[in-house]
C-alpha cells in the first residue's frame, strides 16, 4: 500500500489522479490532498477518499470547509502551513506535486526535504528553481518521477541507457488549436478559441499555455533539468497526432520513442506504480486507424513564447523564473479579458527585457524573481490596457 498526498486534487491532473487511486484501492491510499476554490468537488472527494488531512490553499475558507464537512472524521488546515504539512506527513511515502505555477514550489520543496518520493506536474517548479530542485533531489535521496506526458515518455526511452549514450531529446508537441492559423489572425484569437485545445483535455493555464507554445517552452526547460541535458540537445517537433508522445536519439542513430492514446491516466500511473506497470483505463492505441503520424519544426516567429523559452533558459539564474511570472500573470490578464493573446508574448519579452538575471541560491531567492517578475508584468499589463 502507498501512502499519498495529492497536492491540487481538484485540478484536471488532481482528478485523473483520484482516478486510478479509486481503480487500485488495494495499492494506493490517499492520507492528504489539498485544493485551492472547488470546495464543493473537494468535499466530494473527501467523502470518497476519506484522508486524513484536507488543506484549502486560502487559511479564510477553512471554517467553509470545516463546515461543509460536519460529521467527517478529517483534520481540516489552511494556508501554506498546512499545504506543508499535507506534504511532509508521517505517514507519506509519496507526494503527487499537481498545483499549478509557482504556488507548487514550496510545498514540493517541503516535500523533498521530508524525504518523499514526488510524481511531479508542476513543471513550474523546475523552471523556476530547476537546479535547486535537482540538487535537493540528491541529497534527500528520493526519487522523481515525471507526470508530464512527455517527461514520462522520455523517461520510459531511456530506462536501461547510458545518459552518455543520449544524442537527443526530441518533445513532441501537438501544436495546439493555432497550428494552422497565420500569425496575422492571432490579434483576434478570443479566449474561447484559445481554451480549445484539439487533443488533450487540462486546466485554464496550461491550456492557454499550448495555444501560445510556452508550454513546450517550459517543458524544454523541465526536460534539461530532469534528465540533465544541455538545451542544445533538446529538440521540439511538432506532430499534431499527439501519439507519440517525446522520443530519445542515441549516439549510434536509434531513436526510441514511447507512443499511447492521449490521456494523462498512462503518465500519472507509471509515476505512481515505477517500476510497476498497472491498468488505468486508457483506450488502447489503433495505428491503424491513423492515415499517417506527420512531424514538423515548429515555427518560432509565429509561437514567440517557445523562442522566449529557449532565451531564457539560455540565459539563465534568474531569467526563467521571471519569464514563467510573467506568464503566468499575463495568462491571468488574457483569460479575464484585460490583455490580446499577442499581448501575452509582449508582457513576457517586456518584463524579460528588464530583467537582469542574477544567480539564485535558495528558494527563497527564486520566490523574489518571481515576485519582481509578477509585480513587473502586471505593470505591463496596465500599461497595455491603458
Ligand atoms: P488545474 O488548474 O486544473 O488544477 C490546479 C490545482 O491546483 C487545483 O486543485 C487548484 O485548486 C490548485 N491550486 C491552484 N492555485 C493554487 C494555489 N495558489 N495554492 C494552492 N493550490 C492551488 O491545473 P492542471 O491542468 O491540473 O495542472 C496542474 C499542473 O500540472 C500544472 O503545473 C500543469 O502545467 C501540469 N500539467 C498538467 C497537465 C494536464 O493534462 N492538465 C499535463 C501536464 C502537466
Ligand atoms: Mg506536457
Known sequence: MKNLTILGSTGSIGVSTLE??????????????????NLELFVRQIRQFAPRI??????????LLKEMCGGLDVEILGGMEGLIAAATDDEVEMVVAAIVGAAGLLPTAAAIRAGKDIALANKETLVTAGHLFMDM???????????????????????????????????????????????????????RDALNHPNWNMGRKITIDSATMM????????????????????????????????????????VIAQLGTPDMKAPIAYALSYP??????????????????????????????????????????????????????????????????????DTIETAMNAHTPRDLRSIEE??????????TAREICRELVR
Not at 366 to 372: F, M, P
Open 20 to 37: 486510478i487511486v479509486a481503480a487500485h484501492p488495494d495499492r494506493f491510499r490517499v492520507v492528504a490532498m489539498t485544493a485551492g476554490k
Open 54 to 63: 484536507a488543506v484549502v490553499a486560502s487559511s479564510g475558507d477553512v471554517p
Open 137 to 191: 533531489v540528491r541529497e534527500h535521496g528520493v526519487r522523481l518521477f515525471p507526470v508530464d506526458s512527455e517527461h514520462s515518455a522520455v523517461f520510459q526511452s531511456i530506462e536501461g541507457h547510458r545518459s552518455a549514450d543520449i544524442e537527443k531529446i526530441i518533445l513532441t508537441a501537438s501544436g495546439g488549436p493555432f497550428l494552422n492559423t497565420p500569425a496575422e489572425q492571432f490579434t483576434r484569437v478570443t479566449v
Open 215 to 254: 508550454n513546450k517552452g517550459l517543458e524544454v526547460i523541465e526536460a534539461r533539468w530532469l534528465f540533465d541535458v544541455p538545451v542544445e540537445k533538446i529538440d521540439v517537433n511538432i506532430h499534431p497526432q499527439s501519439i507519440i508522445h517525446s522520443m530519445v536519439e542515441y549516439i549510434d542513430g536509434c
Open 276 to 345: 510497476e506497470r498497472i491498468s488505468t483505463g486508457v483506450k488502447p492505441l489503433d495505428l491503424t486507424q491513423f492515415s499517417g503520424l506527420t512531424f514538423l519544426r515548429p515555427d518560432m516567429d509565429k509561437f514567440r513564447c517557445l523562442g522566449l523559452a529557449y532565451r531564457a533558459i539560455n540565459s539563465g539564474e534568474s531569467m526563467p523564473a521571471v519569464m514563467n511570472a510573467a506568464n503566468e500573470i499575463a495568462v491571468e490578464a488574457f483569460l479575464e479579458g484585460r490583455i490580446g493573446f499577442v499581448q501575452i508574448a
Open 366 to 375: 527564486v520566490l523574489e524573481a518571481d515576485l519582481w517578475g509578477r509585480e
